[in-house]
């Protein structure tokens, strides 16, 4: 299997990378566990954060430069290139500054002389897809460098000139090889690192098949596992929802990376049939309204899906769909230009037995649905096997947030899309996977929440009154 950079706004293959060798596998999990015992989780917290705020710094300087990266891998438009590369500086950032805090030793005020000592637990494998090429590493790499484990990271293979970069500029930031790593590994090399003993974790966000391979692959070997996974999620439009604002809500929910997001509004269920009617009028018109284009021009507002490959997969979804009974009322075919670039379109009429019904559609591809009131729209949200995000949109917050809650979902907005920021965990339920990245529940994922009990010198031991 090759890494390459095939670039989606052309078709052409600009770089090629070989995987790594057996041996240099080998030499790298020894680094890496070198480095774990002997320097990273040792070096002190305000140490460890010095080189990952260089690291943001790296990522604010160099942004222009590495978004043409980004683009050039897997088709991203330069404007969101540049916004993920932002998030990803913060996330770094944030990470470092509220580490000292998340990290002091937490007495246990039920049990006098008892406290949990965070320690790291070691080497982590991190499998990451293409679509946030830098946000997907940020979100692992912050956190858990700063909780002072080390990171081996195998990218997507669609993205390879990213994950080069992301290790680049952690090197030039101070954090040593074996602290974080690049493997250009395949499927079975993943198999040897996670079955390796030094390895102590793995995260993986990507498909369901993936997650299912790896985390059983860890399951076998008593590793614990993290799967980030596919969505499908719901933007529920109640009948008091403001019209403008929902519409544009919608649209960056929807169309965000093209739509090639976990927790892109794949789904869209208004709430009566005359709202309907006019929802359905201004999403046709905003969609419709986008020019494609060279990613790296600002101008361009649709920019290709990532691969021929996925387009094909989208073309077939589509096809599927519309022979099972959905009306294609935008778009549905690829657009006549060099790339892969599809265009926008909209699905409706995808009732309970079309194929796509329960699928997730990773791409520029909107199905939108009419209910008569709120419990129809959560159960139609609610009918999906992924549990990721999900939003509700209208006038009455009280009214939002127990809608919000009815959406069986790890995240879910009241009148905003599903986002992810520093501070918010970001992850599901259902077969959206399990654990959470980002927040101090990400944060807490692979740390050893190590137990010491002190009792006085000369105590007598437990249970020696009752023994008499
Ligand atoms: P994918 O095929 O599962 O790839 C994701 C990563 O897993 C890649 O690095 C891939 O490597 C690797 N991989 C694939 N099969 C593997 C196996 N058997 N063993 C070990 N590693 C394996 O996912 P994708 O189609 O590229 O990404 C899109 C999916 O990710 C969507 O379902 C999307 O919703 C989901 N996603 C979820 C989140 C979240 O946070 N919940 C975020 C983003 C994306 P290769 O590239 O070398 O195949």
Redesign the pocket.
């Known amino acids: ?1 090759a890494y390459l950079t095939t670039n989606p706004a052309t078709g052409k293959v600009e770089r090629e990378f070989e995987t790594i060798t057996d041996a240099q596998l080998t030499a790298i999990l020894e680094e890496s566990e070198d480095c774990f015992r002997n320097d990273w989780s040792k070096r002190s917290i305000a140490d460890r954060a010095a080189a990952i705020h260089r690291a943001a710094d790296i990522i604010r300087d160099e942004q222009e430069a590495i978004a043409a990266i980004m683009s050039r891998d897997m088709g991203k438009l330069v404007g969101q290139a540049i916004g993920e590369l932002q998030l990803s500086a913060a996330i770094l950032d944030y990470y470092a500054d509220t580490a000292a805090g998340f990290l002091t030793p937490k007495p246990l005020p039920d049990a006098p002389g008892a406290t949990l000592h965070a320690q790291p637990l070691g080497i982590l494998l991190a ?6 090429p830098f946000f ?1 590493l940020a979100r692992v790499v912050g956190p858990q460098l700063m909780v002072g484990n080390v990171v081996i990271a ?5 993205v390879p000139q990213c994950a080069l970069t992301f290790e680049s500029v952690m090197r030039r930031a101070g954090v040593p090889a074996g602290a974080y790593s690049n493997i250009f590994a395949t ?1 079975d090399q ?1 198999g040897t690192v996670i079955d390796d003993p030094r390895v102590r974790g793995v995260t ?4 369901e ?3 299912a ?2 985390a059983e692959r860890a399951a076998r070997n008593l590793k614990k596992s993290v799967l ?4 499908s999620d719901a933007m529920i439009v109640l009948e008091d929802a403001p019209f403008e604002a929902t519409v544009m809500n919608a649209m960056v929910g929807k169309m965000n990376n093209a739509g090639q ?2 927790v892109a509004t794949k789904r869209m269920i208004v709430v009566g049939e005359e709202r309907g009617k006019q929802f359905l009028e201004a999403m046709t018109a905003a969609m419709a309204s986008l020019k494609a284009g060279d990613p790296l021009d600002p101008a361009t507002t649709l920019a290709p899906v990532s691969s021929e490959g996925a387009l094909q997969g989208l073309l077939r979804q589509i096809e599927a769909a519309r022979a099972g009974g959905a009306t294609v009322t935008l778009g549905g075919s690829r657009i006549d230009r060099g790339g892969s670039y599809l265009e926008p379109t909209i699905l409706t009429d995808v009732k309970p037995d079309n194929p796509v019904y329960r699928q ?1 559609i ?1 791409g520029p591809v909107l199905t939108f649905h009419v209910v008569p009131d709120e419990a129809s729209a959560i159960a139609l949200a609610n009918d999906v096997p992924f549990g ?1 995000g999900g939003s509700v949109f209208t006038a009455d917050l009280e009214r939002g947030e127990r809608v919000a809650l009815a959406i069986e979902s790890g995240m879910a907005f009241v009148n905003g899309p599903t986002w992810s920021t520093p501070q918010m965990p ?3 339920v259902k077969n ?2 399990y654990g959470r990245e980002l927040s101090q529940l990400g944060f807490g994922e692979f740390v050893n929440w190590k137990l010491v009990a002190i009792a006085p010198a000369g105590a007598m031991p437990p249970g020696a009154d009752a023994a008499g």
């Open positions: 299997m499998v990451e897809p293409w679509n946030f997907q195998k990218h997507a293979s669609n499927t993943v993986l966000t990507g498909s098949k993936a997650g391979a790896v980030e996974l596919g969505g997001s976990c997730e990773f990721l970001f992850g599901g959206s996977g």
